[in-house]
């Protein structure tokens, strides 16, 4: 638990000094949210209702919509994020980093974040499609051979980012990153995740009450107060995706230089993952 705090507050000092890191995370949230609103508007418009029921079983259209989907969704997630990671690296470094920084860096790895997003997406969809045609076991293993894929790829971002190399390679790099440092298999801490998930924890279980409290003391409250936990939340998951963009930024540069940067100490890094 401890350290999962420490991490949670060297992550949340970067993004004090930076709080413009909070941007790419909100325009990644407000660009999937208008892309998911306009594809289904798309197709209420030319389809109707029966075609959204459609898209709940199986078919060539369903998965080649899927993927294309799935494509545009990662690649959008993907560039903001090497915005936010390259931002973080160059405050690491001792730079002073702006947003026009992150997306100048975002920008110039489009492509190679167009290849991760193809691979991603391909991924996702072969998951899908295994999912929906075995049983609660096989599930259970399709969703254990995704955490695997997320943990193997964690550090994509910040490889390509940092280095010349195309989606494939950046791909094998974060596994061999992954291996080479902390073994295969995760245990023990699930570092700011735990910790944001906590704070979360705290935000329901304080603001939840006091919402219903004040709701039944005069009903007009009941719309304002609402509105303002919806907000707390969205900004809460907002601060969590920029403080896990910190930190895998963090997290690569402590594999391959052995230094995270002056607000994330070694001990602290080397007890993030622990080798099985």
């Known amino acids: ?77 993907f560039f903001f994020n090497a915005g936010l990671v390259g931002a973080t690296l160059i405050r690491l470094d001792g730079g002073d980093p702006t947003v026009g920084d992150g997306m100048n860096i975002a920008t110039k790895k489009l492509p190679t974040i167009l290849g991760y997003a193809v691979i991603a997406a391909t991924v996702g969809m072969v998951l899908r499609v295994i999912e929906e045609r075995v049983g609660a076991l096989g599930r ?17 971002v910040p490889v390509l980012v940092s280095k010349d190399v195309g989606a494939i390679d950046a791909v094998k790099e974060s596994a061999s990153i992954f291996r080479r440092t902390w073994g295969e298999q995760v245990v023990g801490n699930a570092g700011i995740g735990l910790a944001t998930f906590l704070l979360f924890a705290l935000m329901t279980a304080v603001g939840v009450p006091l919402v219903i409290l004040v709701s039944s003391i ?7 107060m609402g509105i ?11 601060l969590s995706a920029a403080l896990q963009g910190i930190y895998s930024a963090a997290l690569y540069r402590f594999a391959t230089t052995g230094d995270a940067g002056e607000h994330f100490n070694a001990a602290m890094m080397d007890q993030a993952f622990r080798p099985k």
């Open 218 to 224: 005069n009903e007009a409250f009941a719309i304002p």
């Open 1 to 77: 638990m401890s350290n999962s705090w420490a991490m949670l507050k060297a992550s949340a000092t970067v993004l004090r000094l930076d709080t413009e890191l909070l941007i790419f995370p909100l325009l990644s949230t407000l660009a999937v949210i208008l892309i998911t609103v306009s594809l289904v508007a798309l197709i209420m418009f030319f389809g109707g209702p029966e075609a959204l029921e459609a898209l709940d079983g199986p078919g060539y259209l369903v998965y080649s919509g899927g993927f294309v989907f799935y494509l545009i969704l990662y690649t959008v997630i």
């Open 140 to 156: 259970i293993v399709v969703g254990l051979i995704g955490m695997s894929w997320s943990l193997t790829t964690y550090l994509t």
């Open 228 to 238: 303002t936990l919806g907000v707390g939340y969205f900004f809460l998951a907002l």
